[in-house]
């Protein structure tokens, strides 16, 4: 798990071939106003899904894990308390992994809550389960 400021994702380019065509996206200066849902930026590799959606309590949210994908969230308004987990820590599988949408939900709690604000980015490896979406009000 990585949380920076998006002003610093550049030192992270490095770190996987798709990174920087990931951050150019999220560096756009229109991309408050791009509409929900998939915007494709190469191919299957590397996309974006943009949402706007109310926060969650804690109690009503659920670790996620990816298989195939490392998800980077941004929050570019509101604040979300997004919580952590090893997934080898992770003992409560709620179903089996959906390979379609390449997620797994566990009800395991988080070990970290970490709050993260607007600008600020968490990069979420396959290794890391984790919760988004915690907070109050809408979180973009």
């Known amino acids: 798990m990585i949380i920076d400021a998006l002003q ?3 030192r992270y380019a490095a ?12 560096r756009r200066p229109d991309l408050k106003d791009l509409v929900a849902g998939r915007h494709e930026i190469d191919g ?8 706007k959606d109310a926060g969650r309590s804690r109690d009503l949210a659920q670790l996620e894990t990816h298989e ?7 929050v570019l308004a509101g604040h ?9 820590m992770c003992r409560l599988p709620t179903g089996a992994h959906d ?3 390449d997620i797994r939900f566990f009800a395991d709690q988080p070990l970290v809550w970490q709050p993260v604000g607007a600008g600020m980015f968490a990069v ?10 915690i907070g109050e009000g809408t979180i973009h």
């Open 8 to 10: 610093n994702s550049d």
């Open 15 to 26: 770190m996987h071939p798709g990174f920087t065509k990931a951050f150019a996206f999220l």
């Open 44 to 51: 299957d590799r590397v996309f974006a899904i943009v949402a």
């Open 68 to 74: 195939k994908y490392i998800d980077i969230q941004l």
């Open 80 to 88: 979300d308390d997004m919580g952590w987990r090893p997934q080898t």
């Open 99 to 101: 390979p379609e949408n």
């Open 124 to 133: 979420f490896f396959p290794e890391d389960a984790h919760q988004p979406l």
